[in-house]
Protein backbone atom coordinates (compact mmCIF):
# COMPACT_ATOMS: atom_id res chain seq x y z
CA UNK A 1 0.00 0.00 0.00
CA UNK A 2 3.04 1.99 0.96
CA UNK A 3 4.19 1.46 -2.34
CA UNK A 4 1.79 1.96 -4.22
CA UNK A 5 1.31 5.25 -2.92
CA UNK A 6 5.39 6.37 -3.65
CA UNK A 7 4.98 5.07 -6.89
CA UNK A 8 1.81 7.53 -7.61
CA UNK A 9 3.26 10.08 -5.98
CA UNK A 10 6.67 9.63 -8.23
CA UNK A 11 4.04 10.19 -11.28
CA UNK A 12 3.27 13.71 -10.60
CA UNK A 13 6.39 15.18 -8.73
CA UNK A 14 9.73 15.96 -9.78
CA UNK A 15 12.59 13.87 -9.76
CA UNK A 16 13.98 15.42 -5.86
CA UNK A 17 10.44 14.45 -4.35
CA UNK A 18 10.53 11.03 -5.71
CA UNK A 19 14.36 10.81 -4.12
CA UNK A 20 12.82 11.81 -0.55
CA UNK A 21 9.81 9.30 -1.09
CA UNK A 22 12.17 6.13 -1.85
CA UNK A 23 14.90 7.50 0.65
CA UNK A 24 12.20 8.08 3.22
CA UNK A 25 10.45 4.59 2.18
CA UNK A 26 13.88 2.50 2.50
CA UNK A 27 13.93 3.90 5.96
CA UNK A 28 10.55 3.18 6.78
CA UNK A 29 11.39 -0.34 6.05
CA UNK A 30 14.45 -0.79 8.56
CA UNK A 31 14.31 -3.24 11.26
CA UNK A 32 14.67 0.09 13.69
CA UNK A 33 14.50 4.18 13.29
CA UNK A 34 14.52 6.04 16.36
CA UNK A 35 13.59 9.82 15.68
CA UNK A 36 13.68 12.93 18.24
CA UNK A 37 13.35 10.59 21.35
CA UNK A 38 12.67 12.65 24.48
CA UNK A 39 12.05 10.87 27.72
CA UNK A 40 12.57 12.78 30.82
CA UNK A 41 11.45 12.10 34.61
CA UNK A 42 10.14 14.95 36.77
CA UNK A 43 13.23 17.84 35.79
CA UNK A 44 15.32 15.21 34.72
CA UNK A 45 15.80 15.04 31.00
CA UNK A 46 16.96 11.45 30.44
CA UNK A 47 16.77 11.18 26.81
CA UNK A 48 16.99 14.52 24.65
CA UNK A 49 16.57 14.00 21.08
CA UNK A 50 17.99 10.86 20.26
CA UNK A 51 18.05 9.59 16.62
CA UNK A 52 18.92 5.51 16.08
CA UNK A 53 18.61 3.86 12.68
CA UNK A 54 19.56 -0.03 12.81
CA UNK A 55 19.34 -2.23 9.51
CA UNK A 56 18.76 -5.55 9.33
CA UNK A 57 21.43 -8.03 10.55
CA UNK A 58 23.18 -4.90 11.90
CA UNK A 59 24.56 -4.16 15.89
CA UNK A 60 24.75 -0.95 16.80
CA UNK A 61 26.63 -0.66 20.66
CA UNK A 62 25.17 1.92 22.36
CA UNK A 63 27.75 3.47 24.95
CA UNK A 64 27.76 5.83 27.31
CA UNK A 65 28.33 6.83 31.41
CA UNK A 66 25.84 5.50 33.88
CA UNK A 67 22.39 7.17 34.17
CA UNK A 68 22.07 8.69 30.78
CA UNK A 69 19.58 6.55 29.35
CA UNK A 70 20.83 3.80 27.49
CA UNK A 71 18.76 1.28 29.41
CA UNK A 72 15.53 3.19 28.92
CA UNK A 73 16.13 3.50 25.42
CA UNK A 74 15.62 -0.33 25.23
CA UNK A 75 12.38 -0.31 27.37
CA UNK A 76 11.01 2.54 24.67
CA UNK A 77 11.68 0.95 21.82
CA UNK A 78 9.78 -2.33 23.35
CA UNK A 79 6.85 -0.76 24.83
CA UNK A 80 7.74 -0.66 28.52
CA UNK A 81 7.98 2.90 28.98
CA UNK A 82 6.45 5.99 26.72
CA UNK A 83 8.08 8.45 25.01
CA UNK A 84 7.26 12.66 25.91
CA UNK A 85 8.11 13.40 22.06
CA UNK A 86 9.61 11.34 19.19
CA UNK A 87 9.28 8.51 16.89
CA UNK A 88 9.76 4.97 17.37
CA UNK A 89 9.29 3.04 13.93
CA UNK A 90 9.72 -1.10 13.86
CA UNK A 91 9.70 -2.22 10.46
CA UNK A 92 8.61 0.62 9.03
CA UNK A 93 5.35 0.79 11.47
CA UNK A 94 5.16 3.47 14.43
CA UNK A 95 4.58 1.83 17.72
CA UNK A 96 1.22 1.43 19.11
CA UNK A 97 2.17 2.52 22.49
CA UNK A 98 -1.44 3.17 23.72
CA UNK A 99 -2.71 -0.12 22.26
CA UNK A 100 -1.46 -2.91 24.12
CA UNK A 101 -2.94 -5.81 21.96
CA UNK A 102 -1.01 -4.22 19.12
CA UNK A 103 2.18 -3.49 20.92
CA UNK A 104 2.29 -7.48 21.97
CA UNK A 105 2.16 -8.21 18.64
CA UNK A 106 5.00 -5.95 18.07
CA UNK A 107 6.87 -7.16 20.94
CA UNK A 108 6.56 -10.90 19.06
CA UNK A 109 9.17 -9.76 16.86
CA UNK A 110 11.65 -8.76 19.13
CA UNK A 111 14.16 -10.47 21.76
CA UNK A 112 14.94 -8.63 25.04
CA UNK A 113 17.81 -9.75 27.41
CA UNK A 114 17.78 -7.89 30.62
CA UNK A 115 20.35 -6.43 32.55
CA UNK A 116 20.03 -9.61 35.18
CA UNK A 117 18.34 -11.58 32.89
CA UNK A 118 14.64 -11.34 34.58
CA UNK A 119 14.11 -15.15 34.43
CA UNK A 120 10.73 -15.80 36.42
CA UNK A 121 12.35 -17.38 39.65
CA UNK A 122 9.46 -19.55 40.03
CA UNK A 123 9.80 -21.83 36.69
CA UNK A 124 12.79 -23.62 35.36
CA UNK A 125 15.23 -22.95 33.13
CA UNK A 126 13.13 -25.06 30.37
CA UNK A 127 10.31 -23.75 31.72
CA UNK A 128 11.38 -20.21 31.28
CA UNK A 129 13.12 -20.61 27.50
CA UNK A 130 9.52 -22.80 26.68
CA UNK A 131 6.92 -19.58 28.64
CA UNK A 132 6.98 -16.89 24.99
CA UNK A 133 6.58 -20.54 22.63
CA UNK A 134 3.62 -21.53 24.97
CA UNK A 135 2.05 -18.37 25.17
CA UNK A 136 2.51 -17.41 21.04
CA UNK A 137 2.96 -20.82 19.19
CA UNK A 138 0.68 -23.70 18.46
CA UNK A 139 2.79 -26.54 18.91
CA UNK A 140 2.86 -29.59 20.58
CA UNK A 141 4.34 -30.77 24.19
CA UNK A 142 7.11 -32.33 22.16
CA UNK A 143 7.85 -29.83 19.66
CA UNK A 144 8.12 -27.44 22.41
CA UNK A 145 10.58 -29.63 24.28
CA UNK A 146 12.69 -29.98 21.00
CA UNK A 147 12.87 -26.25 20.67
CA UNK A 148 13.15 -25.76 23.85
CA UNK A 149 16.40 -27.98 24.29
CA UNK A 150 17.82 -26.49 20.64
CA UNK A 151 17.67 -23.08 21.99
CA UNK A 152 19.52 -24.30 25.24
CA UNK A 153 21.62 -26.24 23.03
CA UNK A 154 23.06 -22.92 21.37
CA UNK A 155 23.37 -21.15 24.38
CA UNK A 156 25.62 -24.23 25.92
CA UNK A 157 22.63 -24.75 28.63
CA UNK A 158 21.48 -28.27 27.68
CA UNK A 159 22.43 -29.96 30.11
CA UNK A 160 20.26 -27.71 33.25
CA UNK A 161 17.05 -27.84 31.99
CA UNK A 162 15.19 -28.82 35.65
CA UNK A 163 17.45 -26.00 37.17
CA UNK A 164 15.69 -23.47 38.99
CA UNK A 165 17.13 -19.98 38.49
CA UNK A 166 18.36 -19.42 41.74
CA UNK A 167 20.82 -22.67 41.45
CA UNK A 168 22.80 -21.10 38.48
CA UNK A 169 25.61 -19.15 38.24
CA UNK A 170 24.75 -15.00 36.68
CA UNK A 171 26.54 -16.13 33.20
CA UNK A 172 24.31 -18.87 33.41
CA UNK A 173 21.33 -17.04 34.02
CA UNK A 174 22.28 -14.33 30.92
CA UNK A 175 22.57 -17.52 28.73
CA UNK A 176 19.20 -18.92 29.39
CA UNK A 177 17.73 -14.81 29.27
CA UNK A 178 19.35 -14.91 26.03
CA UNK A 179 17.74 -18.71 24.68
CA UNK A 180 14.20 -16.93 26.02
CA UNK A 181 14.79 -14.22 23.95
CA UNK A 182 15.66 -16.29 20.78
CA UNK A 183 12.66 -18.32 21.66
CA UNK A 184 10.45 -16.91 18.94
CA UNK A 185 13.08 -16.24 16.55
CA UNK A 186 12.70 -12.38 16.89
CA UNK A 187 13.95 -10.20 13.83
CA UNK A 188 15.25 -7.53 16.60
CA UNK A 189 17.33 -8.29 19.41
CA UNK A 190 17.89 -5.80 22.55
CA UNK A 191 20.57 -6.65 24.68
CA UNK A 192 20.99 -4.79 27.66
CA UNK A 193 24.58 -4.77 29.46
CA UNK A 194 24.83 -8.61 28.33
CA UNK A 195 28.34 -9.25 30.01
CA UNK A 196 27.69 -6.87 32.94
CA UNK A 197 29.15 -8.57 36.22
CA UNK A 198 30.69 -11.42 34.52
CA UNK A 199 34.33 -12.25 34.36
CA UNK A 200 36.29 -11.96 31.27
CA UNK A 201 36.10 -15.66 30.20
CA UNK A 202 32.35 -15.76 30.87
CA UNK A 203 32.03 -12.38 28.94
CA UNK A 204 34.40 -13.52 26.05
CA UNK A 205 31.54 -16.64 25.66
CA UNK A 206 28.77 -14.15 25.74
CA UNK A 207 30.19 -12.13 22.99
CA UNK A 208 30.93 -15.01 20.98
CA UNK A 209 27.42 -16.47 21.69
CA UNK A 210 25.80 -12.92 20.22
CA UNK A 211 28.47 -13.06 16.75
CA UNK A 212 27.41 -16.72 16.57
CA UNK A 213 23.46 -15.77 16.77
CA UNK A 214 24.35 -13.17 14.55
CA UNK A 215 26.32 -15.07 11.62
CA UNK A 216 23.09 -17.45 12.04
CA UNK A 217 20.17 -15.15 12.12
CA UNK A 218 19.85 -12.13 10.41
CA UNK A 219 18.89 -9.84 13.30
CA UNK A 220 18.94 -6.33 13.97
CA UNK A 221 20.73 -5.51 17.27
CA UNK A 222 20.99 -2.85 19.83
CA UNK A 223 23.64 -3.69 22.74
CA UNK A 224 23.76 -1.72 25.88
CA UNK A 225 27.17 -2.07 27.34
CA UNK A 226 29.47 -0.43 29.42
CA UNK A 227 32.38 -2.97 27.77
CA UNK A 228 34.83 -1.22 25.19
CA UNK A 229 35.97 -4.54 24.44
CA UNK A 230 32.86 -6.15 23.59
CA UNK A 231 31.16 -3.14 21.61
CA UNK A 232 34.17 -3.70 19.44
CA UNK A 233 34.30 -7.63 19.06
CA UNK A 234 29.90 -7.62 18.49
CA UNK A 235 29.09 -4.37 17.43
CA UNK A 236 29.13 -3.25 13.45
CA UNK A 237 28.81 0.43 14.48
CA UNK A 238 28.67 2.68 17.87
CA UNK A 239 26.84 4.75 19.65
CA UNK A 240 28.03 7.06 22.26
CA UNK A 241 25.35 8.79 24.36
CA UNK A 242 26.05 11.81 26.57
CA UNK A 243 23.53 13.69 28.85
CA UNK A 244 20.75 12.55 26.39
CA UNK A 245 22.05 13.25 23.09
CA UNK A 246 24.12 11.42 20.51
CA UNK A 247 27.81 12.70 20.88
CA UNK A 248 28.90 10.39 18.19
CA UNK A 249 28.33 7.46 16.14
CA UNK A 250 30.26 5.03 14.27
CA UNK A 251 32.61 2.11 13.81
CA UNK A 252 35.06 1.51 17.22
CA UNK A 253 37.81 3.00 15.03
CA UNK A 254 36.17 5.82 13.89
CA UNK A 255 35.30 6.83 17.89
CA UNK A 256 38.92 5.58 19.04
CA UNK A 257 40.77 8.27 17.03
CA UNK A 258 37.78 10.99 17.64
CA UNK A 259 39.07 14.45 18.90
CA UNK A 260 35.94 14.89 20.75
CA UNK A 261 37.05 15.45 24.44
CA UNK A 262 34.48 13.37 25.51
CA UNK A 263 35.02 10.60 23.50
CA UNK A 264 38.66 10.60 24.53
CA UNK A 265 37.79 10.78 28.09
CA UNK A 266 35.46 7.77 27.93
CA UNK A 267 38.09 5.62 25.30
CA UNK A 268 41.04 6.38 27.13
CA UNK A 269 40.18 4.63 29.79
CA UNK A 270 40.47 1.03 28.33
CA UNK A 271 42.90 1.90 25.82
CA UNK B 1 26.32 35.71 51.25
CA UNK B 2 25.17 33.26 53.91
CA UNK B 3 26.52 33.08 57.36
CA UNK B 4 28.45 29.79 55.98
CA UNK B 5 30.73 31.69 53.84
CA UNK B 6 31.68 34.42 56.24
CA UNK B 7 33.39 34.25 59.67
CA UNK B 8 30.95 36.59 62.00
CA UNK B 9 30.95 36.91 65.71
CA UNK B 10 27.80 35.00 67.38
CA UNK B 11 26.77 38.13 68.65
CA UNK B 12 25.94 40.11 65.14
CA UNK B 13 23.82 37.18 64.27
CA UNK B 14 20.47 37.83 64.79
CA UNK B 15 18.32 34.46 65.35
CA UNK B 16 15.44 34.19 62.64
CA UNK B 17 12.22 34.01 64.30
CA UNK B 18 9.10 31.52 62.51
CA UNK B 19 6.91 33.68 60.42
CA UNK B 20 3.44 33.53 61.05
CA UNK B 21 2.64 32.59 57.64
CA UNK B 22 5.15 29.97 57.21
CA UNK B 23 3.88 28.00 60.22
CA UNK B 24 0.18 28.00 59.00
CA UNK B 25 1.61 27.39 55.92
CA UNK B 26 3.57 24.39 57.14
CA UNK B 27 1.02 22.71 59.45
CA UNK B 28 -1.07 23.31 56.49
CA UNK B 29 0.93 21.24 54.40
CA UNK B 30 1.48 18.71 57.29
CA UNK B 31 -2.20 18.54 57.27
CA UNK B 32 -2.37 18.24 53.50
CA UNK B 33 0.35 15.79 52.67
CA UNK B 34 -1.11 12.74 54.09
CA UNK B 35 -4.50 13.54 52.51
CA UNK B 36 -2.94 13.95 48.70
CA UNK B 37 -0.44 10.94 49.58
CA UNK B 38 -3.97 9.11 50.10
CA UNK B 39 -6.21 10.84 47.48
CA UNK B 40 -3.44 9.54 45.03
CA UNK B 41 -3.22 6.14 46.03
CA UNK B 42 -6.60 5.53 45.63
CA UNK B 43 -6.37 7.14 42.25
CA UNK B 44 -3.58 5.22 41.18
CA UNK B 45 -5.36 2.06 42.64
CA UNK B 46 -8.46 3.32 40.60
CA UNK B 47 -6.37 3.14 37.31
CA UNK B 48 -4.81 -0.44 38.17
CA UNK B 49 -8.21 -1.82 38.97
CA UNK B 50 -9.57 -0.30 35.04
CA UNK B 51 -6.30 -1.91 33.42
CA UNK B 52 -7.12 -5.27 35.13
CA UNK B 53 -10.76 -5.24 34.02
CA UNK B 54 -9.73 -3.96 30.62
CA UNK B 55 -6.90 -6.57 30.33
CA UNK B 56 -9.84 -9.42 29.98
CA UNK B 57 -11.87 -8.35 26.99
CA UNK B 58 -9.46 -10.84 24.52
CA UNK B 59 -8.97 -14.24 25.21
CA UNK B 60 -6.26 -16.29 26.45
CA UNK B 61 -8.11 -16.58 29.97
CA UNK B 62 -5.28 -17.87 32.09
CA UNK B 63 -7.17 -20.78 33.02
CA UNK B 64 -4.26 -22.59 33.92
CA UNK B 65 -2.23 -20.16 35.85
CA UNK B 66 -5.89 -19.23 37.47
CA UNK B 67 -6.49 -22.68 38.40
CA UNK B 68 -2.94 -22.59 40.09
CA UNK B 69 -3.39 -19.18 42.37
CA UNK B 70 -7.05 -21.40 43.47
CA UNK B 71 -4.82 -24.04 44.85
CA UNK B 72 -2.40 -21.56 46.33
CA UNK B 73 -4.86 -19.01 47.83
CA UNK B 74 -7.46 -21.68 48.50
CA UNK B 75 -6.25 -24.84 49.48
CA UNK B 76 -3.07 -23.65 50.99
CA UNK B 77 -5.12 -20.77 53.70
CA UNK B 78 -7.31 -23.93 54.41
CA UNK B 79 -5.48 -25.08 57.33
CA UNK B 80 -4.93 -21.51 59.27
CA UNK B 81 -8.85 -20.74 58.28
CA UNK B 82 -10.08 -23.69 59.74
CA UNK B 83 -8.05 -23.37 62.64
CA UNK B 84 -9.19 -20.09 63.13
CA UNK B 85 -12.82 -20.79 62.75
CA UNK B 86 -12.02 -23.93 65.05
CA UNK B 87 -10.09 -21.27 68.01
CA UNK B 88 -13.64 -19.00 67.37
CA UNK B 89 -16.08 -20.84 67.81
CA UNK B 90 -14.18 -22.66 71.37
CA UNK B 91 -13.98 -18.86 72.58
CA UNK B 92 -17.58 -17.92 71.30
CA UNK B 93 -18.82 -21.42 73.26
CA UNK B 94 -17.21 -20.53 76.51
CA UNK B 95 -17.09 -17.25 76.98
CA UNK B 96 -21.02 -17.33 75.65
CA UNK B 97 -21.90 -19.87 78.08
CA UNK B 98 -20.69 -17.76 80.79
CA UNK B 99 -22.89 -15.18 80.11
CA UNK B 100 -25.87 -17.00 79.48
CA UNK B 101 -25.67 -19.22 82.57
CA UNK B 102 -25.99 -15.87 84.23
CA UNK B 103 -28.82 -14.87 83.42
CA UNK B 104 -30.57 -17.62 83.11
CA UNK B 105 -30.94 -18.37 79.09
CA UNK B 106 -28.18 -21.50 78.50
CA UNK B 107 -31.09 -23.24 76.47
CA UNK B 108 -30.02 -20.41 74.02
CA UNK B 109 -26.37 -21.33 73.64
CA UNK B 110 -26.40 -23.18 70.30
CA UNK B 111 -28.04 -20.15 68.50
CA UNK B 112 -25.90 -18.21 70.05
CA UNK B 113 -22.53 -19.96 68.78
CA UNK B 114 -23.99 -20.52 65.03
CA UNK B 115 -25.65 -17.53 64.76
CA UNK B 116 -22.50 -15.31 65.83
CA UNK B 117 -20.17 -17.87 63.78
CA UNK B 118 -22.30 -17.55 60.65
CA UNK B 119 -23.24 -13.90 60.79
CA UNK B 120 -19.92 -12.20 61.61
CA UNK B 121 -16.91 -14.27 63.21
CA UNK B 122 -16.79 -17.03 60.45
CA UNK B 123 -16.52 -13.72 57.43
CA UNK B 124 -14.69 -11.57 59.23
CA UNK B 125 -11.96 -13.62 60.33
CA UNK B 126 -11.62 -15.83 57.57
CA UNK B 127 -11.18 -12.12 55.79
CA UNK B 128 -8.19 -11.38 58.55
CA UNK B 129 -6.65 -14.62 58.38
CA UNK B 130 -6.48 -14.44 54.25
CA UNK B 131 -5.72 -10.77 53.90
CA UNK B 132 -2.67 -11.79 56.27
CA UNK B 133 -1.27 -14.43 54.62
CA UNK B 134 -2.40 -14.01 51.35
CA UNK B 135 -2.02 -10.28 51.25
CA UNK B 136 1.43 -10.63 52.30
CA UNK B 137 2.42 -13.38 49.74
CA UNK B 138 0.74 -11.74 46.81
CA UNK B 139 2.40 -8.39 47.78
CA UNK B 140 6.12 -10.12 48.33
CA UNK B 141 5.63 -12.47 44.98
CA UNK B 142 4.57 -9.53 42.57
CA UNK B 143 6.97 -6.84 44.67
CA UNK B 144 9.55 -9.15 44.23
CA UNK B 145 9.01 -9.98 40.60
CA UNK B 146 8.95 -6.08 39.67
CA UNK B 147 11.93 -5.20 40.86
CA UNK B 148 13.71 -8.25 39.31
CA UNK B 149 11.83 -7.09 36.63
CA UNK B 150 10.25 -10.36 35.44
CA UNK B 151 6.88 -8.38 35.01
CA UNK B 152 8.68 -5.98 32.52
CA UNK B 153 10.27 -9.29 31.10
CA UNK B 154 6.48 -10.99 31.09
CA UNK B 155 5.25 -7.52 28.96
CA UNK B 156 8.50 -7.68 26.96
CA UNK B 157 7.43 -10.74 25.36
CA UNK B 158 4.13 -9.77 24.76
CA UNK B 159 2.07 -10.77 27.34
CA UNK B 160 -0.58 -9.13 29.39
CA UNK B 161 1.03 -8.70 33.00
CA UNK B 162 -2.76 -7.67 34.48
CA UNK B 163 -3.91 -10.28 33.19
CA UNK B 164 -1.52 -13.59 33.79
CA UNK B 165 -0.67 -12.42 37.38
CA UNK B 166 -3.18 -9.99 38.55
CA UNK B 167 -6.56 -10.91 37.04
CA UNK B 168 -5.98 -14.66 38.12
CA UNK B 169 -5.12 -13.64 41.66
CA UNK B 170 -8.06 -11.37 42.03
CA UNK B 171 -10.64 -14.11 40.80
CA UNK B 172 -9.05 -16.70 42.89
CA UNK B 173 -9.25 -14.46 46.09
CA UNK B 174 -13.14 -13.77 45.03
CA UNK B 175 -13.76 -17.30 44.55
CA UNK B 176 -12.46 -18.58 47.23
CA UNK B 177 -13.17 -16.44 50.01
CA UNK B 178 -16.99 -17.69 50.10
CA UNK B 179 -15.60 -21.34 50.22
CA UNK B 180 -13.10 -20.86 52.82
CA UNK B 181 -15.41 -18.72 55.02
CA UNK B 182 -17.99 -22.12 54.53
CA UNK B 183 -14.37 -24.23 56.02
CA UNK B 184 -14.85 -21.49 59.15
CA UNK B 185 -18.12 -21.59 59.48
CA UNK B 186 -17.93 -25.51 60.08
CA UNK B 187 -14.81 -25.69 62.06
CA UNK B 188 -16.68 -22.83 64.75
CA UNK B 189 -19.52 -24.66 64.69
CA UNK B 190 -18.31 -28.05 65.17
CA UNK B 191 -15.16 -27.06 67.96
CA UNK B 192 -18.08 -24.92 69.23
CA UNK B 193 -20.08 -27.62 70.36
CA UNK B 194 -16.93 -29.89 71.23
CA UNK B 195 -16.32 -27.15 73.84
CA UNK B 196 -20.23 -27.10 74.89
CA UNK B 197 -20.55 -30.76 75.15
CA UNK B 198 -17.59 -31.02 77.12
CA UNK B 199 -19.30 -29.41 79.98
CA UNK B 200 -22.70 -29.80 79.08
CA UNK B 201 -22.94 -32.79 77.20
CA UNK B 202 -25.39 -32.48 73.85
CA UNK B 203 -25.49 -34.43 70.30
CA UNK B 204 -24.13 -32.82 67.57
CA UNK B 205 -28.05 -33.12 65.76
CA UNK B 206 -29.44 -31.22 68.52
CA UNK B 207 -26.97 -28.65 68.45
CA UNK B 208 -27.49 -28.07 64.97
CA UNK B 209 -30.98 -28.33 65.47
CA UNK B 210 -31.57 -26.20 68.52
CA UNK B 211 -29.39 -23.49 66.97
CA UNK B 212 -30.22 -23.33 63.31
CA UNK B 213 -33.86 -23.18 64.38
CA UNK B 214 -35.69 -19.94 62.78
CA UNK B 215 -32.86 -19.49 60.52
CA UNK B 216 -33.63 -19.18 57.00
CA UNK B 217 -31.27 -19.69 53.71
CA UNK B 218 -30.60 -15.85 53.47
CA UNK B 219 -29.41 -15.55 57.28
CA UNK B 220 -27.22 -18.11 55.34
CA UNK B 221 -26.18 -16.77 52.45
CA UNK B 222 -25.69 -12.83 52.46
CA UNK B 223 -22.94 -13.27 55.30
CA UNK B 224 -20.75 -15.96 53.13
CA UNK B 225 -21.42 -14.10 49.78
CA UNK B 226 -19.92 -10.84 51.32
CA UNK B 227 -16.78 -12.95 51.55
CA UNK B 228 -16.51 -12.40 47.91
CA UNK B 229 -16.22 -8.72 48.40
CA UNK B 230 -13.27 -8.89 51.17
CA UNK B 231 -11.58 -10.98 48.30
CA UNK B 232 -11.89 -8.66 45.94
CA UNK B 233 -10.52 -6.33 48.37
CA UNK B 234 -7.70 -8.29 49.33
CA UNK B 235 -7.11 -9.43 45.71
CA UNK B 236 -6.94 -5.59 44.05
CA UNK B 237 -4.68 -4.10 46.99
CA UNK B 238 -2.21 -6.74 47.07
CA UNK B 239 -1.40 -6.79 43.49
CA UNK B 240 -1.49 -3.38 43.58
CA UNK B 241 1.09 -2.89 46.26
CA UNK B 242 3.04 -5.81 44.51
CA UNK B 243 3.16 -4.49 41.24
CA UNK B 244 3.51 -0.68 41.74
CA UNK B 245 6.63 -1.52 44.47
CA UNK B 246 10.19 -0.39 43.76
CA UNK B 247 13.24 -0.11 45.81
CA UNK B 248 14.74 -3.40 45.80
CA UNK B 249 14.38 -6.00 49.61
CA UNK B 250 13.15 -2.82 51.13
CA UNK B 251 10.00 -2.01 48.27
CA UNK B 252 9.46 -6.13 48.93
CA UNK B 253 9.09 -5.60 51.99
CA UNK B 254 7.02 -2.54 52.09
CA UNK B 255 4.87 -3.77 49.43
CA UNK B 256 4.31 -7.16 51.43
CA UNK B 257 3.40 -5.08 54.70
CA UNK B 258 1.28 -2.75 53.06
CA UNK B 259 -0.58 -5.30 51.33
CA UNK B 260 -1.66 -6.70 54.32
CA UNK B 261 -2.48 -3.55 56.65
CA UNK B 262 -3.84 -1.67 53.36
CA UNK B 263 -6.26 -5.19 52.84
CA UNK B 264 -7.10 -5.73 56.81
CA UNK B 265 -8.31 -2.28 56.77
CA UNK B 266 -10.20 -2.08 53.97
CA UNK B 267 -11.80 -5.50 54.75
CA UNK B 268 -12.67 -3.72 58.30
CA UNK B 269 -14.90 -0.92 56.42
CA UNK B 270 -16.52 -3.27 54.10
CA UNK B 271 -17.44 -5.59 56.92
CA UNK B 272 -19.26 -2.66 58.57
CA UNK B 273 -20.66 -0.88 55.58
CA UNK B 274 -22.15 -4.02 54.30
CA UNK B 275 -23.40 -5.40 57.31
CA UNK B 276 -25.81 -2.36 56.82
CA UNK B 277 -26.48 -3.41 53.46
CA UNK B 278 -26.98 -6.98 54.17
CA UNK B 279 -29.52 -5.45 56.84
CA UNK B 280 -31.32 -2.96 54.81
CA UNK B 281 -31.45 -5.96 51.95
CA UNK B 282 -31.96 -8.91 53.92
CA UNK B 283 -34.08 -7.86 57.40
Request: negative net charge; hydrophobic residues 45%.
Amino acid sequence: MLGEQVVARSTTSDGDELEAETAEQRTGALPIVLKGLHKSYGAQHVLDGVDLTVGGGQTVAVLGRSGTGKSVLLKLIVGLQKPDAGSIRIHGEEIPVSNLEAMNEIRKSMGFLFQHAALYDSLTVAENVAFPLRRHRKMTASERGHRVRQLLSSVGMEKDLEKMPSNISGGMQKRVGLARALALDPGILLLDEPTAGLDPITSREIDELILKLQEEREVASIVVTHDLHSAKLIADRIVLLHQGRVVIEGTFEELDSSNDPFVIEFFKRDS
Amino acid sequence: MSHDDVRVPSRWIIEETPQPVSFVQSVLAAIWSPINGFLEWFGELGIFTWRVMRSVENPPFEGRELLRQLDEIGSKSFPLVALAGAAVGAVLALESRYSLVRFGAKSMLPAAVIFSIIHEMGPIVTGLVVSGRVGAGIGAELGSMQVTEQIDAIEASGVNPYKLLAFTRILACVLMLPLLTLAADFCGVAVGWIADTLVDPISFRRFLNSGLHGTTFADFLAPTLRTAVFGLIIGIIACFQGMSSSGGTEGVGRAATSSVVLSSLFVILADVILVKLILVFFP
